[in-house]
C-alpha cells in the first residue's frame, strides 16, 4: 500500500474557497490510487486569534487549558476538509490527536511527538478513507491535549509518515510546495 502524506498550512486553508483547492489536489493523488493521510494547520490568523483571547482572559492562563484552546483551529479546519471530500464523494473523517492517539512527552504548548498509533488509521486506510489528521497536537499519559509548539503542523506530518513509511511526505505551503523524501523523514528524531 503506497501511502502518501499532505500537509497544508494555515495559509493554504485560510478561505472556504482555498480549502475547496486543497481537497482537489487531494482528489488528485487519491485518483493516482495513492492512500493519503493529511495534516493540516488551522486557518491563517486562528491560532493567533485563540492566543489573543487566552490573554484577554488571564495574563496567567494555564498551559494544559492553553493547549486545549489553541490547537481547536486545526480541528475547524480538518472537519472542513474532510466535510468537502465526503461532498465530493470519497470518503474522509477528521482525526484529533487524542483519537488517534498520538501520544507526546514534555512540557504543554511545548512536547514532543512519542508515537503514533497507527492501527484506527490504517484500518480506516484499509477502508478507502482519507483521514485528516490536526496537526500540532497529541496526548500525554494523563490523557489530556498537548501542542507541539509553533511548526508543530509540520513535525507532526513529518512523524506520521515516519510511523507509516510513507513514500513520501509534502508540505503544501503557498507560495511554493515543499518536499521532504523518504531520506529526510527516516532521518526525523
Known amino acids: 500500500m503506497k501511502i502518501v502524506v499532505l ?5 493554504s486553508v485560510g478561505t472556504i474557497e482555498k ?19 493529511v ?3 488551522a486557518m491563517s490568523g486562528v491560532t493567533n486569534d485563540l492566543i489573543k483571547k487566552s490573554k484577554q482572559i488571564s495574563n496567567n492562563f494555564i498551559d494544559s487549558e492553553y493547549d486545549v484552546l489553541v490547537s481547536s483551529g486545526e480541528q475547524v ?8 471530500l465526503n461532498h465530493k464523494g470519497f470518503k474522509s473523517r477528521s482525526w ?15 512536547s514532543r511527538i512519542q508515537q503514533v498509533n497507527k492501527n484506527k488509521l490504517l484500518r480506516f486506510l484499509k477502508e ?21 509548539g509553533r511548526g508543530g503542523s509540520d513535525a507532526s506530518a513529518i512523524m506520521i509518515a515516519k510511523s507509516f513509511k510513507a513514500q513520501g511526505a509534502c508540505s503544501l505551503e503557498e507560495p511554493q510546495p515543499k518536499l521532504a523524501p ?8
Open 96 to 110: 484529533l490527536g487524542w483519537q488517534i492517539p498520538i501520544f507526546t512527552n514534555g512540557p504543554y504548548t511545548n
Open 182 to 189: 523518504p531520506t529526510i523523514i527516516e532521518a526525523f528524531e
Open 7 to 11: 500537509k497544508f498550512g494555515g495559509t
Open 39 to 41: 495534516v493540516s494547520s
Open 77 to 84: 479546519a480538518c472537519s472542513l476538509i474532510a466535510g468537502r
Open 19 to 37: 480549502i475547496k483547492k486543497v481537497t482537489d489536489i487531494i482528489i488528485e493523488h487519491k485518483k493516482k490510487k495513492n492512500k493519503v493521510i
Open 128 to 148: 478507502g478513507g482519507t483521514p485528516i489528521i490536526t496537526g500540532f497536537q497529541g496526548v500525554n499519559m494523563n490523557e489530556r491535549v498537548t501542542t507541539i
